[in-house]
């Protein structure tokens, strides 16, 4: 079998994922914690940490996120640190590939970036129909442990947000 006649069948199989038959919400949570405010992200997941009713993923890169979506995933949630547009600590919200991919404060220095990522897992068939993505604005992205006091102020309501989200999906 050549390589070329994979294509086909592991497209199909990606598209033909099966139900587990519960709800599956997933919480994905890019970043670098070694890099200043890029460990927003991983922040959040340490703050979920107690939540049973969620798979919470650390991610180092958005293209990671593709290996997770080839699970039954019913609602996707995705936390990561952005440019400073505005304000550090600011808290963006999205629930469309299209609203997130007009914003221009998503870069990587290593892979493709998240607004990329997303439109692939949509046009592979991988995204859930139900995502939102927070972005929380950084101040600084340089080596170095620990977050900016605006960000880990976001990390904490960000967090909230999402377990209130959870309760109410229950």
Known sequence: MTHASLVPYISLN??????SGRKRIMVACIGNKYRGDDGAGHRVADLLSEETSVDVVRLQTPAELLNHLMDDVDFLIIVDAMEKISKAGAIHRFNSAEKLS??????????????????????LGLLPAKIL????????????????????????????????????NE
Do not use: Q
């Not at 990606?14 to 139900?19: D, E, M």
């Open 14 to 19: 990606w598209r033909l994922k099966k139900s």
């Open 133 to 168: 993505v927070y972005g929380i604005e950084g101040e600084r992205f340089e080596e170095g442990l620990g977050l900016s006091e605006n960000v880990e102020s976001a990390c904490a309501s960000v967090a909230s947000e999402i377990k209130g989200l959870l309760h109410n």
């Open 102 to 123: 007009k914003i221009t404060a998503w870069r990587s220095t290593h892979t493709m970036t998240l607004p990329e990522i997303i439109e692939l897992a949509d046009s």
